[in-house]
C-alpha cells in the first residue's frame, strides 16, 4: 500500500476545545486556523497529492449570525495571509462548494488564491467552503442531465466515471483516506461519492490539539489496512519478488 494520493479531514471540535478553556468558541476557530496551516505544509512536504479540508459545510450557516461571519473572516484573513506561502510551497488551492453564497470579499479572496496558485505544480489543496456532498451530486445530476436534454450527451453515455468526471473535485482522484476529529462518528455531508472506498479515521483529538506526530500516526495506520475495493486478498496482493 502507498501512501493515500487523496486525503480528506472534517476539522471538528474548535468549539469544545475553547469552552473547556473558558473561553469563546471563536477562540478555537483561530487556533484550529493555526492547526490547518501545519497540517496542510506536513502533508505537502510528505507528497500527498491532494488534501480537501472541511472549512465551512452547507449546514454550518445555520450557526448563530455571528460565529458565521466570525468564520468568513477567518478563513479570508487566513487565504490573504497565506497566499505567499502556499505559492512557496507550489500548493495550488481550490475550493469545492456553492462560493456564490459566500460573501462578496470572501469571494473575492477566493478568486484571487486560486488565480495567484493555479500554477503550482505540488500538493492540491482544496477547501471545501459552503460545501455539501449531497447538494454537488443533484448539480452534478442536473448538469449531466442539461447536457442530454441539450444534444450534447447520450444517457448511455453516463456511467461512474463521467459522472466522476463531472463532481467538483475532479481531477481529484476518489478519496483515500478520511480523518474526523474530536469523537463524532460521522461522515456529515462529506465527499459523499468520493469516499465509497476510503478508510474512515476517527480520532477523539479535537481539532485544535491535532498535530503532526498524529497525522504521521494516522498515514501509518493507513498504511497497514488492507484495501481490497470488494475483491478477495490474492487479488490485490503484490508478488513477492
Ligand atoms: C468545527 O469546530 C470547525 C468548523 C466549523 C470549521 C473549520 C474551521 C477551522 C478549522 C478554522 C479555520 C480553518 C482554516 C482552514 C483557516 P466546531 O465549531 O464544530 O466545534 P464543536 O463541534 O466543538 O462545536
Given at each position: 500500500m502507498t501512501k493515500p494520493k487523496h486525503v480528506?479531514?472534517?476539522?471538528?471540535?474548535?468549539?469544545?476545545?475553547?469552552?473547556?478553556?473558558?473561553?469563546?468558541?471563536?477562540?478555537?476557530?483561530?487556533?484550529?486556523?493555526?492547526?490547518?496551516?501545519?497540517?496542510?505544509?506536513?502533508c505537502a512536504e510528505m507528497g500527498i497529492e491532494?488534501?480537501?479540508?472541511?472549512?465551512?459545510?452547507?449546514?454550518?450557516?445555520l450557526r448563530p449570525?455571528?460565529?458565521?461571519?466570525?468564520?468568513?473572516?477567518?478563513?479570508?484573513?487566513?487565504?490573504?495571509r497565506e497566499t505567499e506561502n502556499l505559492l512557496a510551497e507550489n500548493i495550488r488551492f481550490s475550493v469545492i462548494g456553492n462560493v456564490a453564497s459566500l460573501p462578496?470579499?470572501?469571494?473575492?479572496?477566493?478568486?484571487?488564491?486560486?488565480?495567484?496558485t493555479q500554477h503550482c505544480t505540488g500538493m492540491r489543496l482544496i477547501f471545501a467552503l459552503s460545501y455539501g456532498s449531497r447538494q454537488e451530486i443533484v448539480a452534478t445530476t442536473k448538469a449531466l442531465a442539461l447536457k442530454v436534454q441539450n444534444g450534447?450527451?447520450?444517457?448511455?453515455?453516463i456511467d461512474e466515471s463521467l459522472f466522476s468526471m463531472n463532481l467538483s473535485t475532479h481531477p481529484a482522484p476518489d478519496l483515500d483516506l478520511m480523518i474526523r476529529t474530536s469523537?463524532?462518528?460521522?461522515?456529515?455531508?462529506?465527499?459523499?461519492?468520493?469516499s465509497a472506498y476510503s478508510e474512515l479515521y476517527?480520532?477523539?483529538?479535537?481539532?485544535?490539539?491535532?498535530?503532526?506526530?498524529?497525522?504521521?500516526?494516522?498515514f501509518a495506520y493507513f498504511l497497514?489496512?488492507?484495501?481490497?475495493?470488494?475483491?478477495?486478498?490474492?487479488?490485490?496482493?503484490?508478488p513477492s519478488h
Open positions: 480528506g479531514i472534517i476539522m471538528d471540535g474548535n468549539g469544545r476545545w475553547a469552552q473547556l478553556r473558558g473561553r469563546p468558541r471563536t477562540f478555537g476557530h483561530i487556533k484550529g486556523a493555526r492547526v490547518a496551516k501545519k497540517v496542510i505544509s506536513a491532494n488534501l480537501t479540508l472541511y472549512a465551512f459545510s452547507t449546514e454550518n450557516w449570525e455571528q460565529e458565521v461571519a466570525f468564520l468568513m473572516r477567518l478563513l479570508g484573513r487566513y487565504l490573504k462578496k470579499e470572501m469571494r473575492t479572496v477566493v478568486q484571487d488564491t486560486i488565480s495567484a450534447e450527451l447520450e444517457v448511455s453515455d469523537g463524532e462518528q460521522r461522515v456529515s455531508n462529506f465527499l459523499l461519492w468520493q476517527f480520532t477523539r483529538t479535537l481539532w485544535p490539539d491535532f498535530n503532526r506526530t498524529e497525522l504521521e500516526q494516522i497497514s489496512r488492507e484495501r481490497r475495493f470488494g475483491q478477495v486478498t490474492e487479488q490485490y496482493e503484490q
